[in-house]
């Protein structure tokens, strides 16, 4: 877009093309008024009682100050009001970042980089108007890695489950980390029983086949026990998660590392 021949600069740069615009602009502008006031003569001036000489002197300084006051004027002014503009818009550029990384880090998980539990479940509620599957995921026996291998080695092995999870997520499932070593997982759009349980032993075999090595030549074995819910449309989310959430206790309550699938939906 342009307004009178002037251009919006390409990124944050000064345009010295768009300054000269101005200059030209308001040169002509200043000629247009300075020769418009002499010809109409609205006083009705009269030169002829005027030596020629200083008559001539006095049109040579209106010629020349027609021409470069607008100049030495206009010109810097335009840089300077382009630098203003280019610094405003880097600092609204830096606040929309700022924005946008807060907003960013307000609903997801810091270690993980999963969404959190608020986000997450609130992700969920959005979809429960269509079919779906809700998966609570819980590490087995995790507290053996922190008094084992100490706190640092739980993260890697958290994260490690994480990466796990998002490998076996399509594009259009929810992944989150709800604290701790409880994950979640929404299979939108899912409402086969067998299809859910299916694709929670995957998941279920995927945190097993991880290679965790919180010590050199030390293998630690990684296993997570699964309850899956199905969600009717329009299910309130408290029931599907409270489903969810029986199923993973007997998942736990039966020897661990295994799915249960609740079939109350």
């Known amino acids: 877009m342009s307004f009178l021949g002037i251009n919006k600069p390409a990124g944050n740069r000064v345009s010295y093309a768009n300054a000269a615009m101005v200059a030209l602009i308001s040169l002509l502008a200043t ?34 100050s027609s021409t470069v006051i607008p100049v030495v004027v206009s010109f810097p002014i335009a840089i300077l009001l382009q630098r203003g503009r280019i610094k405003l818009q880097d600092a609204l550029d830096e606040l929309a970042a700022a924005h946008a990384e807060l907003a960013h880090r307000s609903r997801v998980d810091a270690l993980t980089g999963l969404l959190n539990r608020g986000a997450f479940l609130a992700e969920v509620e959005d979809r429960l108007e269509t079919h779906g599957a809700i998966l609570m995921i819980d590490v087995d026996h995790f507290k053996t890695i922190n008094d084992t291998f100490g706190h640092g080695a739980g993260d890697d092995a958290l994260r490690a489950i994480s990466k796990a999870l998002a490998s076996k997520a399509r594009p259009t ?93």
């Open 173 to 265: 499932d929810l992944v989150g980390r709800l604290g701790g070593e409880e994950f979640a997982v929404f299979l939108t759009g899912c409402m086969d029983e067998t299809t859910a349980q299916e694709r929670a032993e995957d998941i279920r075999q995927g945190i097993h086949a991880i290679r965790f090595e919180p010590e050199p030549g030390k293998l630690h074995a990684i296993t997570a026990s699964i309850g899956v819910a199905i969600a009717l449309p329009r299910s309130p989310i408290e029931d599907v998660i409270l489903r969810a959430d029986k199923s993973l206790y007997r998942a736990k309550n039966s020897g661990r590392n295994r799915v249960i699938l609740d079939s109350a939906a």
């Open 31 to 64: 000629w247009a008024v300075t020769g418009f006031s002499i010809l109409a003569n609205p006083f009705g001036t009269t030169y002829d009682h005027i030596d020629q000489a200083i008559l001539n002197e006095f049109w040579f300084w209106t010629a020349f």
